[in-house]
């Protein structure tokens, strides 16, 4: 295993958040390869970089003010996990929906190349109290 880099981790994880949270899609080529392995509710898939971009901008437009709370994260060589909170505004009721996940990545050469996700029914808390100030905060 190689020695995690964490000055690097925190720089792709803090672009990651602001891709996400503020919709700076200009970022994803510095966030992720030419292909981009997922694992997740849909399927094992491999998407392409402007396919996966295309899929935020649809999640962000359908989820408006998407946050993800993250309670705790590690990194390990070129692996990385997060445990969050994801929130958003129900377009529909205009009432706040949350889910809880975790989220593991390989990262090759600075940018995100495969992840899993597994996320907790709508509607789900973890009883925590404490976030994270940031995704990558403590590193």
């Known amino acids: 295993m190689s020695v995690t880099n964490v000055p690097m981790m925190n720089a792709l994880f803090d672009r990651w958040q602001r891709v996400w949270e503020q919709g700076q899609y200009d970022l994803i080529p510095s966030c992720i390869g030419a292909s981009y392995i997922r694992h ?5 898939r491999t998407v392409t970089r402007e ?18 709370i993250v309670f705790d994260h590690s990194f390990s060589g070129d692996r990385a996990w997060f445990r969050f909170t994801l929130t958003w505004t129900d377009p ?10 975790m989220q593991s990545y390989v990262v090759k050469d600075g940018k ?6 597994l996320l907790l029914p709508l509607g789900t808390a973890w009883s925590d109290t404490a976030a994270q100030t940031s995704w990558t905060a403590g590193e």
Do not use: C, M
């Open 40 to 44: 997740g509710e849909a399927g094992d």
């Open 51 to 68: 396919a996966y971009t295309a899929e935020i901008v649809r999640t962000r437009e359908e989820h408006p003010n998407t946050r993800f």
């Open 112 to 117: 995100l190349s495969e992840t899993w996700l």
């Open 92 to 101: 529909k009721s205009g009432q706040r929906q949350t889910r809880e996940g």
